[in-house]
């Protein structure tokens, strides 16, 4: 089964300064789909961004970009000019084509912005 | 807000009883997936419906089973509950299904059953 790691469990970041959230994955895939979801302590899933394998250029969302590296298989989160509301945790998952397009997900990133 | 209803928001319950969580999907999606979030597994995919059949199957328990009506709702079922059950189920829906970028899923709130 593909694996999704996030190696950092919690990571701080001042307000309005810049953070990158690690995320590697493995697969033997050519297609597959990167996703980052933010989940804040009300619990809900709240999707951020979305990359595909074949995509050539990073995928940018406001504040949210994905540096993707298919090479090195890494799919990392950038948050630009960090807000308070940024506080949560973030989720990477990957959707392989072989498994009814579910989506694979690492244990997570906790996320506090400081003032 | 995602679109994404499930009720209930929150579920408590004895070992050994049987529930039901509701899903419906956001307006036009055909495809509905259930995950479970636990604290020592994370979270889980564990079944897809695509407009009414079933798609594929993750780490779903045999005494979980799942089914899509033909109005596209959905609804999980958990019988003979444990301990172990207690956790945040979402229900995620998109357009259709594939590894392209217009298959995004979007999550509902969840509903947090507590096993007692």
């Known amino acids: 089964a593909q694996k999704i790691t996030q190696t950092q469990p919690g990571m701080f970041v001042q307000e309005k300064e810049a953070v990158t959230l690690d995320c590697t994955y493995d697969?033997?895939?050519?297609?597959?789909?990167l996703f980052w979801y933010k989940q804040p302590s009300s619990g809900e899933m709240i999707f951020l961004i979305y990359?595909?394998?074949?995509?050539?250029q990073n995928a940018t969302e406001g504040r949210y970009s994905l540096n993707f590296q298919k090479a090195r298989k890494s799919a990392n989160l950038v948050i630009s000019a960090s807000q308070l509301g940024d506080s949560a945790m973030y989720f990477c998952?990957?959707?392989?084509?072989?498994?009814?397009?579910?989506?694979?997900f690492g244990k997570g990133t906790s996320l506090l912005v400081t003032p | 807000d995602s679109g994404v209803t499930q009720t209930p928001k929150h579920l408590i319950t004895a070992t050994g009883q049987r529930v039901t969580l509701r899903c419906s999907p956001r307006?036009?999606?055909?495809?509905v997936y259930w995950y479970q979030q636990s604290l020592d597994q994370g979270l889980q995919f564990l079944i897809h419906?695509?407009?009414?059949?079933?798609?594929a199957k993750g780490n779903i328990l045999e005494r979980f089973s799942a089914q899509q009506f033909p109005d596209l709702h959905s609804e999980l079922n958990l019988s003979s509950l444990e301990l172990g059950d207690s956790a945040l189920y979402f229900c995620?829906?998109?357009?259709?299904f594939g590894t392209g970028g217009n298959n995004e899923q979007f999550f509902g709130p969840g509903t947090r059953l507590t096993v007692l």
């Open positions: 995620a829906s998109s357009v259709d």
């Open positions: 697969t033997s895939d050519q297609s597959y789909g």
């Open positions: 990359q595909g394998s074949y995509d050539e």
């Open positions: 998952a990957m959707r392989p084509p072989n498994s009814g397009y579910a989506l694979n």
């Open positions: 307006s036009g999606d055909l495809s």
């Open positions: 419906y695509y407009n009414g059949e079933e798609r």
